[in-house]
């Protein structure tokens, strides 16, 4: 019996040590103040500052919520494997390229033309890329002040604040640019590296050949709405083998007079497809329809090629419709 007693005597012993070492250390940590951990460090690469069309932006870490606004936009994100990365669309006016497709039509779509201002908000954005101007529109609440005063980046391909003629060596960049603010940057080398080897083929196709004279129609009844030297376009139209009778225009796109085509002479006309209204066929048949134009070369001749907008903006498309353009001004190269 004793030996039990003493037993359980030290049994209580042990349990009052324990509860009194416990209540030692849980009174010396309510004495003092736990220690904040330290911030996580920024992901390897950020942040990524840019100055972009006059504006400084920052990202401390890859964007996980951007919109892109207008296709170009959208496509070069989901070239560079962004999928993930993008909850929404915004005016999509091309059918997307057969590449992107599935991915492009299970992205939720604002809006089929522009916008609001809240319709973006909505799904809560920390990146828009505005594939155009009048993406970041002031008049339309869009600006892009009033997404940075709410902590929203906005970004603008450079084609629509250049001050000089945009060439291939751009879209490169903005492909670079892109997949830096985004943390990919590896992904970039591969699809760069497809890119000049398309335009490089298709230069070598036509090597030596005259170059056309080339008009690009856009839009317009009263005037042509055409392109300038400082599009994309007017490099296609060089790389393809040919030459834009308004490559002395100091724009991305312009209006010209009807009688400014017909003194320069296009022997081929590029139709700008919106696939809508009005259609490609529609906007020949305007054309072929004005009676000062009937003694123009490519009007006589019926010679037209098309090129999709999207081809003819910076985006994933302008490199490879350069052999897309040059079937249709040298056909006899590509026999």
């Known amino acids: 019996m004793n030996r039990v007693f003493a037993l359980a005597r030290r049994t209580v012993n042990v349990l009052l040590t324990i509860m009194l070492v416990v209540t030692v250390f849980t009174g010396c940590g309510s004495s003092t103040t736990p220690k904040a951990p330290d911030p996580a460090p920024p992901p390897t690469g950020f942040p990524v500052s840019v100055d972009n069309c006059g504006q400084q932006i920052t990202v401390?870490?890859?964007?996980?919520?951007?919109?892109?606004?207008?296709?170009?936009?959208?496509?070069?994100?989901?070239?560079?494997?962004?999928?993930?990365?993008?909850?929404?669309?915004?005016?999509?006016?091309?059918?997307?390229?057969?590449?992107?497709e599935l991915d492009h039509r299970s992205i939720p779509e604002l809006?089929?033309?522009?916008?609001?201002?809240?319709?973006?908000?909505?799904?809560?954005?920390?990146?828009?890329?505005?594939?155009?101007?009048?993406?970041?529109?002031?008049?339309?609440?869009?600006?892009?002040?009033?997404?940075?005063?709410?902590?929203?980046?906005?970004?603008?391909?450079?084609?629509?604040?250049?001050?000089?003629?945009?060439?291939?060596?751009?879209?490169?960049?903005?492909?670079?640019?892109?997949?830096?603010?985004?943390?990919?940057?590896?992904?970039?080398?591969?699809?760069?590296a497809g890119m000049r080897d398309s335009v490089a083929a298709a230069q070598a196709q036509v090597s030596g050949v005259r170059p056309v004279k080339v008009f690009v129609y856009d839009s317009g009844d009263d005037t042509a709405f055409t392109a300038g030297r400082h599009g994309i376009g007017d490099q296609i139209i060089q790389l393809a083998g040919g030459t834009n009778i308004f490559a002395d225009v100091e724009d991305t796109f312009a209006d010209v007079s009807w009688e400014q085509v017909v003194q320069r002479e296009p022997e081929v006309i590029v139709v700008y497809d919106y696939f809508g209204t009005?259609?490609?066929?529609?906007?020949?048949?305007?054309?072929?329809?004005?009676?000062?134009?009937?003694?123009?070369?490519?009007?006589?001749?019926?010679?037209?090629?098309?090129?999709t907008l999207q081809d003819a903006v910076l985006g994933v498309r302008a490199p490879f419709a350069v052999a897309a353009l040059a079937r249709q001004l040298h056909p006899q190269r590509f026999q």
């Open 60 to 100: 401390e870490e890859p964007p996980r919520r951007a919109v892109g606004y207008y296709q170009h936009s959208t496509e070069l994100l989901l070239a560079l494997g962004l999928r993930e990365a993008i909850v929404a669309t915004v005016y999509p006016d091309n059918p997307p390229l057969p590449a992107y």
């Open 111 to 192: 809006s089929a033309k522009d916008a609001s201002f809240e319709q973006v908000l909505s799904v809560e954005p920390d990146f828009v890329y505005g594939g155009y101007s009048s993406a970041f529109d002031g008049a339309a609440g869009r600006s892009r002040k009033a997404f940075a005063d709410i902590g929203v980046t906005t970004y603008l391909n450079p084609e629509y604040c250049a001050s000089g003629p945009i060439t291939m060596d751009d879209v490169y960049a903005e492909v670079r640019q892109i997949a830096e603010i985004f943390g990919v940057a590896d992904r970039a080398t591969a699809l760069i």
């Open 278 to 307: 009005p259609s490609v066929e529609e906007k020949k048949a305007l054309l072929m329809s004005k009676p000062e134009l009937a003694d123009v070369p490519a009007i006589r001749d019926d010679r037209f090629a098309v090129l």
